[in-house]
C-alpha cells in the first residue's frame, strides 16, 4: 500500500466512530427495550445476534476481501451500515432488532479486518503499531462517548419518542467516511493466493497464538460487563434515572478514549509487557476499592458511580496494546486470516459475557457485579503472565 498513513488516518478513525456506535448503542437498545417490558433473558441474547455473524463472517469475510480489494470492501461495509441505520427509526418490532444486529455485525468483521490490514501493511515495529492502534482504536472510545450522550440527550428531552431518530445521523457520518476513502488511492499487491493457503492455520497452532486468543476473549469478555450492561446496572441497582445513567456511562467511554490516547503518545517509552500488567493492576486495586465500598459501606454507594468510569482509562489500551504485539509478528500474507481470528474470539467473549451478565440482572444479584468482573480480571492477570512468557518463541 502506498497510501501514507497521516492521509488515511482520519476516515480510518472515522470508520471505528461509526462501527463503535452502531454496537455500542446496545447499552440503549437494552436499557430502552428493558423499559418496554422485554425480558432481560431475550435481551442477553440480543448481544448473540451481533457477536455469533461476526464470528461466522470474518473467515468468509478474508475472501471477500481478497476479491474485492480493501478498500472497495471497507466502503461496501460503510454503505450497508448507512442504510440499515436509516431504516432502523421506522421499525417498531423487536424481531427486526436481531436482523439488524445481526447485519451490524457482518458489516463491522469486514471493517475491522481492512483496517487492521491497511495498518499492519503500513508499519511492522510493534510499538508504532501500539502507537497507531491506539490512536485508531481511541476514535472507537469516542463513539461510545457521543452515542450515550445524543441519545441521552434525546431520550430525557419531550423528544423521548423518537430517539432512534439519532441513527439518522450515523448514516450521514458513513455516507461522509465513504466519500473520504472515495478520494483516496490504496494501492494493494495483487497475489494470487490459493483457498487452501487462505484459511492455512497451521502456523497458528502454537502456545503463544492460543493464550493471546484467550487473553483477546477475557479483554473483550470484561469490557462487555461495561458496554451493554453498565447503564442498566446503574439504573436497576444504583437507582438513578435514564439519563444519568447513560451520561454516567459515557464518561467511561471519555476515560477509554483518554487512556488509549495517553498510551499512544507514551508507549514508545515502556516495555508492552510491562505498560500492560501495570495497567491490569491498576484496574484490579479500584475494582477492589469498589467491592469494599459495596461490602463494608453501602452496596448502592453512589461512589461507585464516579469509580466505574476511571476503570476505562486503564482497560482501554489492554485491547489495541495486546493486539499490537501479536500482529507485528504476524506475516503481512496473512494478517487478514488472523485479524479474523481475532474478530471470532471477540465476538465470542463479547456474546458469552452479555448472556452471563443477563443472567445476573435476571435473578437480581447485582449486589455482585463489581465482584464478578473483579474476579474476571485476576483470571486474565494469570492467563497474560503465561502468555508473556510464551511471547519469547518466535510463531
Same mark, same amino acid.
Given at each position: ?9 482520519? %476516515? ?19 436499557? $430502552? ?18 457477536? &455469533? %455473524? ?8 478474508? #475472501?471477500?476481501?481478497?476479491? @474485492?480489494? @480493501? ?30 444486529f445481526a447485519i ?19 508499519? @511492522? ?61 490504496? +494501492? ?5 493466493? *490459493? ?11 502454537? %502456545? ?15 469490557? $462487555?460487563?461495561?458496554? *451493554?450492561?453498565?447503564? *442498566?446496572?446503574?439504573?436497576? #441497582?444504583?437507582?438513578?434515572? +435514564?439519563?444519568?445513567a447513560l451520561q ?19 508507549? #514508545? ?21 469498589? &467491592?469494599?465500598?459495596?461490602?463494608? #459501606? ?17 482497560? +482501554? ?16 500474507? $496473512? ?22 451478565? *443477563? ?32 511471547m519469547t518463541k518466535?510463531?
Amino acid at each position: 500500500m502506498t497510501s501514507k498513513l497521516t492521509n488515511i488516518s482520519l %476516515p480510518l478513525k472515522l470508520t471505528f466512530l461509526i462501527f463503535s456506535m452502531v454496537l455500542n448503542c446496545m447499552g440503549i437498545v437494552i436499557l $430502552q427495550l428493558s423499559e418496554a417490558k422485554i425480558g432481560f433473558e431475550k435481551l442477553g441474547f440480543l448481544e448473540s445476534f451481533k457477536d &455469533v %455473524p461476526v464470528a461466522i463472517i470474518s473467515l468468509f469475510a478474508v #475472501h471477500l476481501i481478497s476479491k @474485492t480489494g @480493501t478498500k472497495n470492501a471497507l466502503m461496501m461495509s460503510l454503505a450497508i451500515v448507512g442504510i440499515c441505520s436509516s431504516i432502523l427509526p421506522f421499525v417498531e418490532v423487536f424481531w427486526f432488532y436481531k436482523l439488524w444486529f445481526a447485519i451490524i455485525g457482518t458489516c463491522f468483521a469486514i471493517g475491522k479486518i481492512c483496517v487492521f490490514g491497511i495498518i499492519r501493511n503500513m508499519m @511492522t515495529n510493534e510499538k508504532s503499531l501500539a502507537k497507531t492502534m491506539n490512536n485508531v482504536e481511541a476514535s472507537f472510545m469516542v463513539g461510545t462517548f457521543f452515542v450515550n450522550i445524543g441519545f441521552g440527550w434525546l431520550i430525557s428531552s419531550k423528544y423521548t419518542e423518537y430517539w432512534k431518530l439519532g441513527f439518522l445521523f450515523i448514516s450521514f457520518l458513513s455516507l461522509i467516511t465513504i466519500l473520504l476513502f472515495a478520494r483516496l488511492r490504496i +494501492s494493494e499487491e495483487k497475489k494470487k493466493v *490459493s483457498n487452501q493457503a487462505m484459511y492455512d492455520f497451521s502456523g497458528f497452532i502454537t %502456545p503463544s497464538v492460543i493464550l493471546f486468543f484467550i487473553v483477546i476473549f477475557s479483554i473483550v469478555f470484561v469490557e $462487555q460487563t461495561f458496554n *451493554s450492561w453498565l447503564p *442498566s446496572y446503574y439504573k436497576n #441497582h444504583l437507582k438513578v434515572n +435514564s439519563f444519568f445513567a447513560l451520561q454516567a456511562s459515557s464518561f467511561l467511554a471519555l476515560f477509554s478514549y483518554i487512556g488509549r490516547t495517553v498510551t499512544a503518545n507514551i508507549i #514508545h517509552r515502556f516495555s508492552l509487557n510491562a505498560y500492560f500488567i501495570g495497567c491490569l493492576v491498576l484496574v484490579i486495586f479500584i475494582l477492589c476499592i469498589i &467491592v469494599g465500598a459495596q461490602f463494608f #459501606h453501602s452496596e448502592d454507594s453512589r461512589i461507585i458511580l464516579f469509580l466505574f468510569p476511571v476503570i476505562g482509562f486503564f482497560l +482501554s489500551p489492554l485491547y489495541p496494546v495486546v493486539n499490537s504485539k501479536m500482529i507485528s509478528r504476524i506475516n503481512k500474507e $496473512q494478517i487478514n486470516l488472523f485479524t479474523s481470528l481475532i474478530i471470532i474470539f471477540s465476538s465470542l467473549g463479547s456474546s458469552v459475557s452479555s448472556i452471563i451478565i *443477563s443472567l445476573l440482572f435476571k435473578n437480581q444479584l447485582l449486589v455482585y457485579y463489581s465482584s464478578y468482573i473483579l474476579f474476571i480480571i485476576v483470571v486474565l492477570s494469570a492467563v497474560s503472565l503465561l502468555y508473556f512468557k510464551f511471547m519469547t518463541k518466535k510463531i
